[in-house]
């Protein structure tokens, strides 16, 4: 079965502080993909990215930036240089593949980021 | 671009009343998805369709039953609602092969 653990539910930051985000899996399948999602206070799920598990290059993306380490089963998210936008609960997801068609999203719990002004 | 429609975005509903959940999307995904989310638990899905036909149970099914009425449309059902269902629900849809979802904007339902 494939499982997302976020150990961290909430942090807390004052702006312009870094932020990481832990973010740990556990599955049986040799491909698979990984997926952060933002979740600000107005509800919806915000994309921010995804990876396969075939490529272990980290990427930056303006403020953000994402370590995914295959050995650890670890994909970790850091925002740099926090703003008040950022407070947000931001989700870890892993996707496993059907048979058939389609695939199904495993989240981990959620880690809350609180960045005061 | 509509993407994935949910209706309604509010509900209050009495132990044991019954109602459905609608979820729509307009971009020819095969794939769609019901999500509960709750705090501290992340989204949990609760039953899947892979493509038009076929509906498949989830991690939490209990308490609920889909219809996945064509392409476009998988809706939720709650035969006799509980307390325990009340949630913040999200539907979902991806193409198949593609790793994108997208979700709609929720539906967050109380029981009382």
């Known amino acids: 079965a494939q499982k997302v653990t976020q150990a961290q539910t909430e942090i807390s930051v004052v702006e312009k502080e870094d932020v990481t985000l832990d973010c740990v899996y556990e599955?049986?399948?040799?491909?698979?993909?990984l997926f952060w999602y933002k979740q600000p206070p107005s509800g919806e799920l915000v994309f921010l990215i995804r990876?396969?598990?075939?490529?272990?290059q980290n990427e930056i993306s303006g403020r953000y930036s994402w370590n995914f380490q295959k050995s650890t089963s670890s994909f970790n998210f850091t925002i740099t240089a926090s703003q008040v936008v950022d407070s947000a609960v931001y989700f870890c997801a892993l996707s496993e593949v059907f048979k058939a068609a389609g695939n199904k999203l495993t989240f981990g719990g959620g880690t809350r980021v609180l960045v005061k002004p | 671009n509509a993407g994935v429609t949910q209706t309604p975005k509010f509900q209050v509903l009495k132990t044991g009343q019954s109602m459905t959940l609608q979820c729509a999307q307009d971009m020819n995904h095969n794939s769609m998805y019901w999500y509960r989310q709750d705090p501290g638990m992340g989204l949990r899905l609760i039953y899947y369709?892979?493509?038009?036909?076929?509906?498949d149970k989830g991690e939490v099914p209990n308490g609920y039953n889909v219809s996945r009425l064509n392409k476009r449309e998988f809706s939720l059902r709650l035969e006799s609602a509980a307390p325990s269902q009340t949630s913040v629900y999200f539907c979902?849809?991806?193409?198949?092969?593609?790793?994108?979802?997208?979700f709609g904007s929720g539906t967050r339902l109380t029981v009382v």
């Open positions: 599955t049986r399948d040799t491909t698979y993909y």
């Open positions: 979902a849809s991806s193409h198949t092969g593609i790793r994108v979802y997208t």
């Open positions: 369709s892979a493509s038009e036909g076929t509906t």
């Open positions: 990876r396969n598990s075939f490529d272990e």
